[in-house]
């Protein structure tokens, strides 16, 4: 890829400002393009800005700043992202949570269902229009071995009285995985290609949130077993998948280490993919005002 056209490309990143999509907004900020970080910490993402750009003049680099699981907040996001760019060539969902105890979010959704996909599901729909004004434009969305946990019929909107933080979290991990694949298929014939991706056990601060001995134990858990990485290791993976000539159309796959792999038998399950899909698209509140990307986006209820 030749630095000019590399500049051409708007990339969204979600989850900026930690872990993976941080040294993913790195990676991408010194190969030289127009990198738009999404995050929730104002303070902390103008720092990544600063940061990126005293690393690589060529870098155009923005920090948008939303909170992924309430959806009022995506719906802004969207426009403004709308409003100051022509077309998305990358998006890369990246921003993820896990959560020990139940909490629900100001739309009643649980948290991590709502941040890990439902967020994404609407910033990606919204953004449909945008990525298929792209020559070719790249969907990654950042799934986890962790859906492997998931068992049985999928319930989706776990309650108080039913939750379970790993259930809660392989739930989601899962639902990242469908979305990848439903949106493959939607997708065909245009433009557009979507993935997802296993990054690994990763050295970062997923789980911090709740505590200094649940995030130790994550972090033990991949280290004991010689499997736990860096997040420059992980965002390495994940650039390849963003930018290498030779995944050019393709779609529809669980990558784990530049290699697609087997994902769980349920992800794979296509009823299970148009009922969430459903789901999501009720609990978005996105309807035909989406316009001409509806076409992609209505759910496909019929036999
Ligand atoms: N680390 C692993 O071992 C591992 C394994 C498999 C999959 N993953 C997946 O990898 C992705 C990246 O996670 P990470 O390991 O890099 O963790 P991380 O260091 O905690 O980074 C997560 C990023 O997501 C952001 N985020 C969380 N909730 C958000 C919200 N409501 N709105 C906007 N942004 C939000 C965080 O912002 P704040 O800093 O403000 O919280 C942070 O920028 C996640 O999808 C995770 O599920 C990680």
Request: proline share 2%.
């Amino acid at each position: 890829m030749t630095q000019e056209s590399m500049e051409e490309k708007t990339i969204v990143i979600t989850g900026a400002t930690s872990g993976i999509g941080r040294a993913l907004a790195l990676g991408l900020g010194r190969a030289g393009t127009n990198l738009v970080l999404v995050g929730r910490n104002e303070r902390v993402g103008q720092r990544l800005v600063r940061q990126i750009r005293s690393h690589s003049s060529a870098s155009r680099a923005g920090f948008f700043c939303a909170d992924l699981s309430n959806l009022k907040d995506v719906r802004s996001l969207a426009s403004e992202l709308k409003e100051r760019y022509k077309r998305v060539e990358i998006l890369i969902n990246n921003a993820g949570a896990r959560f020990n105890h139940f909490e629900e979010t100001s739309d009643g959704i649980e948290r991590t269902f709502a941040t890990n996909h439902l967020g994404h599901f609407l910033l990606t729909t919204l953004l449909f229009d945008h990525l298929l004004e792209a020559r070719a434009a790249r969907i990654i969305t950042v799934g986890s071995g962790a859906h492997f946990g998931v068992s049985g019929t999928p319930s989706w909107s776990l309650t108080r009285a039913t939750y379970d933080r790993k259930i809660a979290y392989g739930l989601s991990k899962l639902a990242n995985i469908i979305f990848a694949y439903e949106l493959a298929r939607r997708l065909t014939g245009t433009s557009v290609t979507s993935n997802a991706v296993d990054p690994g056990g990763v050295a970062t601060n997923l789980g911090r949130n709740n505590g200094w001995i649940p995030w130790l134990r994550h972090l033990a858990f991949y280290a004991l077993k010689g499997q736990l990485i860096t997040a420059r290791q992980a965002a390495g993976h994940i650039v390849f998948l963003a930018l290498a000539e030779e995944l050019k159309g393709v779609t529809g796959h669980y990558f784990f280490e530049r290699k697609p792999v087997m994902s769980s038998r349920l992800s794979q399950d296509i009823a299970i993919a148009r009922e969430l899909w459903s789901m999501s698209v009720k609990l978005t509140g996105i309807d035909a005002s989406l316009g001409k990307s509806w076409e992609y986006v209505q759910p496909q209820d019929g036999p």
